[in-house]
């Protein structure tokens, strides 16, 4: 037995140990039971809490979780009853915690419906996510509030994240360009208080987290939606929207110039080089982009990490609406390249 093929080794085991293979499927099939049970309990109101807690751990590692999530009886309308059930502490709000990690668990498992390609359009078709708008309409400041937005946003995000004309249109006629323009704009605000909150220690930080990555994930619907014709025409289409986001973008920039973030800095470039491609809009960025994406002042957060792609929109925005002459002094001499 000494001497048996490596891949025959497993004969050597004790008379009644389970074959490696055969263990491993065999603990497939109790994870794919432990979530199946899972996602029947989310329509025990006893067993409801833990259900939501266990399933948001495990959605990342069952891919057919949003189908069965979507496909078995009386799950979605559990997980809309979760929702719908803290409207009365929004306004005034008086959202705990505790309230606030439970639903948060319920729209982690909206968002991995709304991620998944089987599962995504009639997602869509259903209207879901207007149950998240009221969320995203709040101005609470407070941790749980803050955390509810971020994972709202996050389920917006999955839809925006492949590019689907239709997902855009739902989203704009439904008018969620306001509620991500709020949320961008409380970031601008928070951010100029950085160093006040930071002194007050960790807790506070990670306070400040939520808002800067709720900020990150709001530019960067706003950005997907821009990328879309249908998109940008829309923002385009009257000088109300266009200078609507126009002047969050440049508060933005304004706020990033005490505090850098080149990822969320990507973004509102990318926004801008965006707008820079509709003739009107361009036309009025000549007089309403800020000055600070012209004379140089994020050269040295643009080359952290030789960010060449962030360097590259930042140049061709500045060559589309100041000129090719005046973009290359005020860009710093980045090459000017095609914009992917």
């Known amino acids: 037995m000494s001497n048996l093929h490596p891949s025959l080794n497993y004969m050597k085991a004790a008379p009644f140990e389970v074959p490696a293979t055969s263990s491993a499927a065999a603990n497939n099939d109790r994870n794919v039971q432990s979530v199946e049970q899972l996602v029947l309990d989310l329509c ?3 067993l409801r809490e833990n259900a939501l807690l266990e399933l948001s751990k495990k959605r990342e590692l069952f891919q057919d979780l949003a189908p069965l999530l979507w496909n078995s009886f009386g799950t979605l309308a559990a997980l809309l009853q979760e929702i719908v059930s803290i409207y009365p502490v929004l306004s005034p709000p008086n959202l705990t915690p505790g309230q606030s990690n439970r639903v948060c668990n319920a729209l982690a498992l909206l968002q991995c419906v709304a991620s998944h390609p089987d599962t995504r359009m009639v ?9 998240l708008y009221p969320f995203l309409n709040t101005t609470s400041k407070t941790r749980p509030f803050e955390y509810l937005r971020l994972t709202s946003l996050g389920v917006i995000g999955a839809l925006v994240k492949v590019d689907d004309t239709d997902v855009i249109s739902f989203l704009l006629y439904t008018e969620i360009i306001p509620l991500c323009l709020r949320t961008m704009e409380m970031g601008s605000e928070l951010s100029k208080t950085v160093e006040f909150l930071e002194a007050f220690g960790s ?3 990670r306070h400040l987290l939520f808002y800067m990555l709720s900020w990150l ?10 990328l879309d014709d249908v998109g940008l025409e829309y923002i385009c289409a009257t000088a109300e929207r266009f200078f609507a986001v126009a002047g969050i973008l440049s508060n933005m920039i304004i706020a990033l110039a005490e505090q850098p973030s080149a990822r969320l800095l990507k973004h509102i470039i990318r926004c801008f080089l ?3 491609e509709n003739l009107r809009a361009c036309e009025a960025l000549k007089n309403c982009m800020p000055d600070m994406l012209k004379d140089g002042t994020f050269s040295s957060c643009l080359l952290v990490g030789e960010d060449v792609t962030t ?3 930042l140049q061709q925005l500045l060559h ?7 973009a290359i002094q005020a860009g710093g001499g980045f090459d000017i390249v095609n914009h992917g």
Do not use: C, E, M
């Not at 994930?217 to 821009?226: D, R, W």
């Not at 589309?320 to 005046?326: A, C, F, K, Y």
């Open 44 to 46: 025990n109101p006893d």
């Open 123 to 131: 997602f869509l078709k259903a209207h879901i996510p207007l149950y």
């Open 203 to 205: 807790i506070i930080r």
């Open 217 to 226: 994930v709001a530019t960067f619907i706003v950005q997907k939606i821009l």
């Open 274 to 276: 965006r707008l820079s």
């Open 311 to 313: 360097r590259r929109w």
């Open 320 to 326: 589309n609406v100041l000129g090719p002459r005046v």
